[in-house]
């Protein structure tokens, strides 16, 4: 079949000159190549501070790359707006009710307010949070916060979804719920994702393929195809020989690269 690559990176560095005197500049990234296929899900680990969240500050046009390139469907202008992110806190505005906060994703496409507001409705349910549209952020659990926090970021309509470890400070099982409903949406909204996390079994149990970052200087060393069938299910997937063996292959180079003491 056919592919079309959407989003790619080339050569891309990000450096940073701290800002007290006689300090030596930090080099985040050194000289990432990745690119991302339409419709595809692609798992990014890595160590500790290897530099994961600063690659999708800079692919989402929050923050620039020192050299190298950042194109999206062959544009190499800036992709501020063009990229949905969801960074690690879900960042819920405490003022607005869910069905506002998760209305804020069209929003700041231009649709308004009624409208957006139309729009969170009809996908609450599908969210798992029918009932809760006028609940304040403060009145949810961890679980539910993500999954509003999920929802206004698939009603921003980007094609490509960066998500920053969205899961990773909640129970094991929120956790593979939110991995699960997040599966299904992919697959009926055909989104192109791209997922931090450092959790090799997540990563594998979601992702086409697992991209691995070296310690700082982050680079790309390591992409991996995992070729598990779809759909997947907790619990079955991740008793797959081929699951098995593939998670061993990965961890054991980022326990190396942790040991060492690279920092990002």
Request: aromatic share 4%.
């Amino acid at each position: 079949m056919a592919t079309e690559q959407l989003l790619d990176v080339r050569g891309l560095t990000r450096t940073y000159r701290p800002g007290r005197a006689g300090a030596e500049e930090v080099i985040a990234l050194a000289g990432v190549d990745l690119s991302l296929e339409r419709g595809e899900f692609v798992s990014l680990i890595g160590p500790s501070g290897c530099g994961k969240s600063t690659l999708l500050n800079v692919l989402s046009g929050l923050d620039g790359p020192t050299t190298g390139t950042v194109s999206l469907a062959g544009d190499e202008g800036s992709l501020l707006g063009s990229i949905a992110y969801m960074p690690q806190a879900d960042l819920l505005m405490p003022w607005r009710t869910v069905l506002d906060n998760a209305a804020l994703g069209p929003q700041l496409g231009g649709v308004p307010l009624r409208s957006a507001r139309e729009r969170a409705a009809a996908e609450m349910a599908r969210f798992g949070l029918d009932g809760f549209e006028g609940a304040w952020p403060s009145q949810l659990s961890g679980g539910m916060r993500q999954r509003a926090a999920l929802l206004r970021t698939f009603l921003t309509d980007r094609e490509v979804l960066l998500l920053d470890e969205p899961f990773g400070a909640l129970d094991a099982l929120t956790r593979q719920d939110m991995q699960e409903r997040l599966l299904e949406l992919w697959r009926d909204e055909e989104k192109t994702i791209l997922f931090v996390t450092h959790d090799v079994e997540e990563a594998l149990f979601l992702g086409d393929r697992v991209v691995r970052m070296s310690a700082r200087p982050g680079r790309i060393e390591e992409e991996i195809a995992v070729g598990l069938p779809r759909p997947r299910t907790v619990g079955r997937t991740d008793l797959d020989p081929r699951f098995i063996e593939l998670k061993r292959g990965l961890e054991a180079p980022l326990r190396a690269a942790q040991h060492s003491g690279g920092r990002g």
